[in-house]
């Protein structure tokens, strides 16, 4: 990412595959048609003297059919603003958490269905990096918003946040003998951090969207970067 006098140091992607892109991904949202996908997620397994679950598992050989399916960069951490001279200098301002996507299914209707197989079955339709083994993996949050150390070599009043690309779609699970499932599924694709300049609009920023969320958390109200 680079701003008008090139002042800020380009952004970072963490996190191997899942984040192997250069440069700040845009906004991607949408809705993608229904997709069919056979699943075959483990059998579950009663723990040893658990009492009989009234919760029924589902098959392990039905169909899932994707729907509502939304990719959406999100703001998961922010910095207070740091009013840098001439010289520039060095960021300090820690950032602070707001919101920590973590892979997970629910089932809404019907017998449960297995988590780690729905998340497959959503990463092969969203395709990809969603076809990474961490994408299924569940119960993982998105990594924690501790900034790294970075310098700049100009003025500026910046700002550093953090924010991952989150998925989150709708299915329907069913078996051969016809019995069905609902539900909702998140995961997680590409975490990164950026530089925005409260100074500058933001709005010409590949990661605009959490840029203007920053923006709008941190910067005085009348601020350029807060209104474009």
Wanted: glycine residues 10%; contains cysteine; charged residues 20%.
């Amino acid at each position: 990412m680079t701003t008008q006098n090139t002042k800020i140091a380009n952004v970072r992607k963490h996190g191997g595959r899942l984040a192997a892109v250069c440069a700040l991904a845009a906004l991607l949202t949408g809705t993608a048609a229904c997709t069919y996908d056979d699943a075959r997620p483990a059998a579950t397994q009663r723990p040893t003297g658990a009492a009989k679950s009234t919760v029924s598992t589902a098959c392990a050989d039905g169909t899932f059919v994707w729907i509502n399916v939304e990719q959406q960069d999100v703001l998961t951490g922010v910095a207070d603003p740091q009013t840098l001279g001439k010289a520039g200098g060095r960021l300090t301002n820690p950032m602070r958490s707001l919101h920590t996507p973590r892979t997970d299914t629910t089932t809404e209707t019907g017998p449960k269905v297995d988590a780690a197989a729905a998340l497959r079955s959503l990463g092969r339709h969203v395709g990809g990096a969603g076809e990474d083994a961490g994408f299924s993996e569940v119960g993982r949050s998105a990594p924690g918003v501790e900034g790294r150390p970075t310098s700049l070599d100009g003025p500026g009043t910046i700002v550093e946040y953090a924010f991952v690309r989150e998925v989150v779609a709708d299915f329907r699970y069913t078996c051969p003998d016809a019995r069905a499932s609902t539900g909702r599924a998140t995961s997680w694709m590409v975490d990164g951090t950026g530089l925005l300049d409260c100074d500058e609009p933001v709005k010409s920023l590949e990661d605009s969207r959490p840029a203007q969320a920053a923006a709008r958390l941190s910067c005085r109200p009348d601020a350029p970067a807060v209104k474009g």
